[in-house]
Each structure stands twice: as C-alpha cells, then as structure tokens.
C-alpha cells in the first residue's frame, strides 16, 4: 500500500484518505484495537446522534478512554468502522465496530453538535495497517493469561482464540485482560505488537507475583 506524498493514511479497501475529524465516544475502561471487534450499545441521545451521523456519512468513529474528568480523555484512541448496525424497538441502536487504525488527538473542535469532535493525527500507526508477524514466542504467555484469567474467573474459548492470527490474539487478550484503565491504556499506546507483548507480560505477571506474596503473608 503506497501513500500519497503528503502522507497520507489510507483506507486499505476504500482508499479514501482518513478524516482528519472525527466524531468520538469516550468511554472507561474500554479499549480496542485495530482488527479487533467491539460491540456497543447505544442508548444516550448524544451518542445516538453520534451514531446515527456516522453510519449515514461514512460509517467511521472514534473510541478513546474517558479520564476520572468526565471531560477529560486520553490522548490515544482508536478509528473503527461500523460494521453492523442495528435499532432495536426500545430506541437503542447495536453496533459492531471494526478496528482500523489508532490515532492521537490533536486538539477538540468546537460544534453545536450533542457528542464531541476531535482533530486527529494518525501518522505514528502505520503499523495498524499492514500484517504484523509476530517475531517472537508468546508460548510463556499464554499460559500466564490463563492463569491470571482463571484466578478471576474470566472464561474464554481458547479454541475458537487460537484461530486467530498472533496480532489479533494479542489485542484481543489486551482488550479483555481484567488490568486497571491506566494498563489498558499503556496497552493501547504500545507502538508495537512487540512492545504490547512486553506490556502485557509485564502487567500479568505483576499481578500473578502479587497474588502469590499476598498468599505467602497471609500464611
């Protein structure tokens, strides 16, 4: 995929340039990840409108982590495309939005509009847009994940996880991985899948070694 000589990024199929504006939900202690799934459901007018607007211009949104500020955000999110939209009779709206490419925010954009607008920047994620090989065991990993997902009685069908590419395992156990908003953060902002890798190791056995010190005092 080439870019334009003012570098540009591109949609990968649609070979638009990305908006430079964008509309975004701010949300705690969610995050996602390009190639990744998140479904939402919408209930809030403001993010109704939000919806709404974006499915019927060009179906692209933004999710950034809210800060303990409710006006407050992180400054790295996540540009995600609508893949499926539903209204349910209730008035709630059920959307899946697919991960494309993550973004910095540059500054907000004043509008008269229920739900916020950020101007965004997406140039140190080119990444998010070719196919990464993973060029390292994650074999280790794995099994810490378990562990730390059955010490909090998290449930995942590792079968149906192991037919994912590396990339989207990583992310995916990034996304669910029960850490605090700031790791989840931390997560996300990681350039490379090598240093979410790292991040991720990291965290999971920061936890695993305080469950067994706790356990150790205790006794």
């Known amino acids: 995929m080439s870019l334009s000589e003012d570098k ?58 809210s800060q303990i500020s409710r006006n407050e955000v992180y400054r790295i999110g996540c540009l995600g495309k609508i893949s499926d939209f539903q209204k349910s009779k209730d008035g709630r709206i059920l959307i899946n939005l697919t991960g494309i490419t993550r973004f910095k925010i540059l500054d907000e954009i004043k509008n008269d ?35 730390f997902f059955k010490r909090n009685g998290l449930l995942l069908n590792w079968k149906e996880f192991e037919k994912l590419d590396e990339t989207q395992q990583i992310n995916t156990l990034s996304m669910i991985s029960p850490v605090t908003n700031g790791e989840k953060q931390k997560l996300l902002e990681a350039l490379t899948i090598e240093d979410k890798i790292k991040t991720l190791e990291d965290i999971v056995n920061f936890y695993l070694h305080e469950v067994n010190f706790n356990n150790q005092t205790v006794q």
């Open 8 to 65: 540009k990024i591109y949609y990968i199929v649609q070979m638009k340039p990305f908006p430079k504006v964008i509309p975004v939900f701010p949300l705690s202690g969610v995050i996602y990840f390009p190639k990744t799934n998140l479904p939402l459901n919408i209930f809030e007018e403001r993010y109704l409108n939000l919806v709404n607007d974006a499915f019927n211009r060009d179906k692209l949104m933004g999710m950034v982590q």
């Open 113 to 147: 509009k229920l739900y916020r607008e950020f101007k965004v920047d997406y140039k140190n994620f080119e990444l998010d847009l070719k196919n990464t090989v993973v060029n390292q065991n994650t074999e280790s990993l794995m099994e810490k994940v378990k562990i």
